[in-house]
């Protein structure tokens, strides 16, 4: 049986990028493969925190993976933090990392511009990134389109590691969705859909009332064409719509230009909107509920400790291999 290993920041809400990009591919690939799903809290402190705020969202977001129809039953979940040996494994890869290897990565650049200060971690962030994935040897990783590069230099640092301290580690394959592994923003659609956008108008919070879900898609960005009709390059506004409604869906996009023949974008704004509130509505009641049950706290900690089990094995095995004098 394949390992599948992903991660979210538990920094803000989650968006409904997040959900079609990730999250979604997480429930379907627990059905036949062992899977990890972390809330990556020692990734989210990259950037300033306030604590409170980080302990509310670490709680938030792994009830929202549960809520999302990750079961515990099948699938670990669990906060990166709990498990010690990410960190342990993380500094090892940075090791492994060269300067220029992380100063060429767009997700560093892109937060860092502009910034008079900019930390340290924010800089490392991709080889701790190498080591999650790599202390439980997962095969497949699904993500969103924006993590490809930090997957590029996982299988760059395994196959280093592989040629310098011999056969190890699984050098992982990206599982990036062909349609919605990059949901743009609603009011431009140039933009990747974000939890960090200071317009929350820009996306759709997992959490957000449906009638602010409605509101939001009627107020989404279009153009003065009247066209559903799926043109990434053309029609780009209206080609995200199109990829929603098709997640929320299950429809192809050639289904859904032929649904929407004919009609101007207000009746198919109408439906997107329902289609997304059938979905977000029934996750957001169970979200409710398993934060009223209290059960969180015991799943986290269950998981947490298989997880451990696995990474222990791993790290002692690393560090044999790189020299270090274990302990007898
Ligand atoms: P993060 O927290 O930024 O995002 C979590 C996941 O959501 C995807 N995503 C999107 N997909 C489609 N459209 C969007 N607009 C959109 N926005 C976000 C992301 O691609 C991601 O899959 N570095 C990672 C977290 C991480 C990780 C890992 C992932 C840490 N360790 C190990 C995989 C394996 C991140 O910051 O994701």
């Given at each position: ?42 990734h ?9 705020q980080?302990r ?12 999302a ?9 669990f ?27 767009t ?22 990134m ?19 590069q ?6 760059d ?20 969705p ?59 506004e ?6 929603i ?66 990474a ?17």
């Open positions: 049986m394949k390992t599948v290993l992903s991660g979210i920041q538990p920094s803000g809400q989650l968006t409904l990028g997040n959900y079609i990009g990730a999250m979604k591919n997480f429930v379907k690939l627990q059905e036949d493969h062992r899977c990890y799903f972390m809330i990556v809290d020692l989210a402190i990259t950037v300033p925190q306030e604590p409170a980080l509310e969202q670490s709680a938030a977001v792994a009830a929202l993976f549960v809520a129809g990750i079961d515990p039953e099948k699938s670990a979940v906060m990166q933090s709990h498990v010690p040996q990410h960190a342990e494994l993380g500094w090892l890869m940075t090791t492994l990392t060269s300067m220029g290897e992380l100063e060429r990565m997700q560093f650049k892109d937060k860092s511009e502009g910034k008079e200060s900019v930390g340290a971690g924010l800089f490392v962030y991709p080889s701790l190498a080591a999650d994935i790599l202390l439980y040897n997962a095969d497949l990783i699904p993500v969103g389109e924006d993590q490809k930090h997957l590029e230099l996982t299988r640092l395994a196959g280093r590691f592989n040629h310098r301290y011999g056969e190890y580690f699984t050098v992982p394959e990206p599982y990036i062909e349609i919605g592994a990059r949901v743009m923003s609603l009011d431009d659609a140039s933009k990747k859909m974000s939890k960090s956008n200071p317009n929350p108008g820009s996306y759709i919070a997992l959490l957000d009332e449906p009638s602010v879900i409605r509101k939001k898609i009627s107020r989404a960005t279009t153009d003065s064409d009247s066209e559903v009709r799926y043109d990434p390059a053309g029609k780009a209206v080609s995200n719509l199109m990829t409604y098709s997640q929320c869906t299950g429809l192809s996009l050639a289904e859904v230009e032929k649904r929407f023949e004919g009609q101007m974008y207000g009746a198919f704004k109408k439906e997107l909107a329902e289609a997304v509130v059938s979905v977000l509505e029934p996750l957001q009641q169970r979200y409710r509920d398993i934060r009223e049950s209290g059960e969180m706290d015991r799943i986290l900690a269950r998981s947490a400790e298989r997880a451990r089990e696995t222990a094995v791993t790290l002692a095995a690393v560090k044999e291999r790189m020299g270090f004098l274990m302990p007898k």
